[in-house]
């Protein structure tokens, strides 16, 4: 069999997935994906707990839909709240309730 050579960043691709995989298997405790928990993580650690959807596309560096999808899941759970900005301005804000800090 022939012996292949690997290039840093295939190796470095391969092994966060390993990780990834690793965290979303324990994980799955919470009914919870690592994307997920990063989103509650970096909610819980904004002093008021609020972010505005724009946010966090920009910190997570994904597309609307995608952070859309994400909040619309953990919204389903109750580990979001859209906040009262939204119901007053339109603005896409959302934040962690009370329940969430067991979470994050």
Known sequence: MESRKFHNGELIKRLNDKVEKAI???LLTYDLTST???MLV???LIPDHTAMLKELEK???VAQSTAA???ARLE???LVLP???KMISGSN???LPTMAFKYA
Do not use: C, D, V, W
């Open 24 to 26: 979303n298997n324990q």
């Open 59 to 61: 910190y997570f560096g």
């Open 83 to 85: 906040s009262l900005m």
């Open 36 to 38: 997920q928990s990063k």
């Open 69 to 71: 999808g994400i909040i």
């Open 42 to 44: 970096m909610l819980h």
């Open 93 to 95: 804000t959302y934040g």
């Open 76 to 78: 389903k759970k109750n």
